[in-house]
């Protein structure tokens, strides 16, 4: 790619930048599509039901494939109903808001060693600072609705999302602090060795904090608490209609895939095989995340919505201080002759 970008010339770096901005996001919006597929499927078959089966292509259902086709066309076709006491430009730039970060974050996500749109140094702190903006979405949401039930959901879910967002970015001071960099390749790159050597084994704690965390980060089961139990309405985004409440949706989504592949890349070797001597490449971050969304799956199938006292329990008075004193002794072990351990 770097050889036809050189032999196209420099007038052509912004036309080239956007085909591989386009060819990055048409992908993870079909997937996007597809998990909320797959999450039906996986789900019923747990509970020993069909899931979607009836709509596919060209005369075939085909396991229900073109189901997602069919959502999308029933959400583009549907009235966006504004409420009379909202306000019309917050109210529909809240959704942008909230899905915009979560396909930003995306500039600087290594598929390879060299895929990768933008390799910047500080790749890391990049995503910290782009993803922590998408809890704005959820505030101007519930307020700009003018509905207290959409306004009390929203500050749930702000609340809850600034809670483990917390310990999230502790769980990521433990990676650098091994990697030694903040670039996300370089993260990679330090796990090399086969499976013993990747950050999971070491920083088993942080593993477990970051990825309980991402589930409550994107508002999913058993951390779902925008949708009240009392209420019984969809949380702060319960005025929006058709593609503005999509987007939401999507961006739900879009994170699961996100936080999955973070979480790959920085616990579980990202391209990286498992065994050396195997080969490198996507196929082996391509797995690993899809192991990771089935983990998303799973969860909402088994455990029940926990109360929103135990939710803010958990992440205050458990995850924070564990990888606090994670994070301490990792830095102890590094000044001793075992610091290797962590390289």
């Known amino acids: 790619m770097e050889q036809l970008q050189d032999l196209l ?10 085909v591989k901005i386009v060819a990055i996001v048409l992908p993870l919006l079909t997937a ?36 997602p086709i069919a959502d999308a066309v029933k959400l583009l076709t549907k009235e966006i109903i504004i409420p009379s006491g909202a306000n019309r ?7 942008v808001l909230a899905i915009a970060p979560a396909m930003a974050a995306w500039a600087v996500i290594p598929f390879t060693d060299r895929l990768v749109l933008a390799n910047i140094d500080a790749s890391l702190l990049y995503i910290l600072a782009i993803t922590s903006m998408g809890v704005y979405g959820v505030i101007i949401a519930g307020w700009a609705s003018n509905s207290k039930y959409a306004f009390l959901g929203s500050l749930r879910s702000a609340a809850q999302i600034v809670s483990y967002e917390i310990a999230m970015g502790f769980a990521l001071v433990g990676v650098l602090m091994s990697a030694q960099s903040l670039n996300l390749v370089e993260i990679v790159k330090g796990q090399e060795g086969g499976f013993w050597h990747w950050y999971w084994l070491p920083l088993f704690p942080l593993f477990l904090v970051y990825l309980i965390s991402g589930v409550a980060e994107t508002n999913r089961a058993p951390f779902d608490v925008a949708e009240g139990e009392s209420e019984i309405v969809a949380g702060f985004h319960v005025e929006y209609s058709g593609m503005a409440f999509a987007v939401f949706f999507l961006a ?37 995340v899809s192991f ?24 205050w008075k458990v995850f924070i201080p564990v990888t606090l004193i994670w994070i301490l002794l990792v830095g102890l072990i590094l000044q001793t002759p075992y610091g290797h351990l962590f390289h």
């Open 9 to 18: 010339g420099p007038a052509w770096t912004p036309v080239w930048t956007l």
């Open 252 to 288: 739900e989504y879009a994170n699961m895939i996100l936080i999955s592949t973070l979480t790959s890349l920085m616990f579980l070797g990202g391209w990286l095989s498992p065994i050396p001597g195997l080969p490198d490449g996507f196929v082996w971050l391509a797995a690993k």
């Open 89 to 95: 430009g917050l109210f529909l730039f809240a959704p």
């Open 292 to 315: 990771i969304l089935l983990l998303f799956l799973w969860f909402r199938a088994t455990f029940p919505r926990y109360r929103y006292d135990q939710i803010m329990r958990l992440g």
């Open 32 to 67: 996007v599509a597809y998990l909320t597929w797959a999450e039906r499927k996986v789900i019923g078959w747990m509970q020993v039901r069909m899931g979607p089966n009836r709509v596919g292509f060209f005369g075939f259902r085909l396991w229900g494939l073109g189901q």
